[in-house]
């Protein structure tokens, strides 16, 4: 029998990775600021014309949670900063198809596995 187990897999740090996961923050940052600018442009038109007070407070909820967004993607950056090339950074989880027979150790079956990569490649899997 095949069941669908989670496995994590983690990324080695290293100095294209680091680039490429700084790039992706910079890009997220940067979308987060235009949208941003952009409730915060309808935020004015809305209170120039003075409409719907709800609608006026929901662009400046709007607006605070992207800063907020902002303010974690801030941290993280500084996160990657200080961290060594060589660590391990938990990317994703994915499913896997997992074979289960009769008299198999439930255990140790199902214990967590995971998958490592480098620059792409798969360097290691771990069963504990």
């Known amino acids: 029998m095949q069941i669908i ?6 990324q080695v740090l290293t100095e294209r ?8 923050f910079a890009e997220k940052k940067q979308m987060l600021e235009r949208e941003c600018s952009q409730l915060y442009f309808q935020l004015r038109k809305h209170e120039k014309e ?3 007070p709800n609608m006026i407070e929901q662009f400046k909820k709007a607006i ?5 967004d902002i303010k974690i993607i ?3 950056i500084a996160q990657v900063h200080t961290l060594p090339l060589g660590s391990e950074l938990k990317e994703k989880e994915v499913d896997a198809l997992l074979t289960i027979e009769a008299g198999d150790d439930w255990h140790e079956k199902t214990a967590a596995n995971t998958i490592v990569i480098k620059d792409g ?3 290691e899997i771990r069963q504990r």
């Open 121 to 123: 490649k798969v360097i």
């Open 17 to 24: 990775s680091k680039e490429k996961l700084l790039a992706s």
């Open 74 to 76: 801030d941290f993280q």
């Open 64 to 68: 605070e949670k992207r800063k907020d």
């Open 50 to 52: 003075q409409q719907n």
């Open 5 to 10: 187990h989670r496995v994590a897999v983690m």
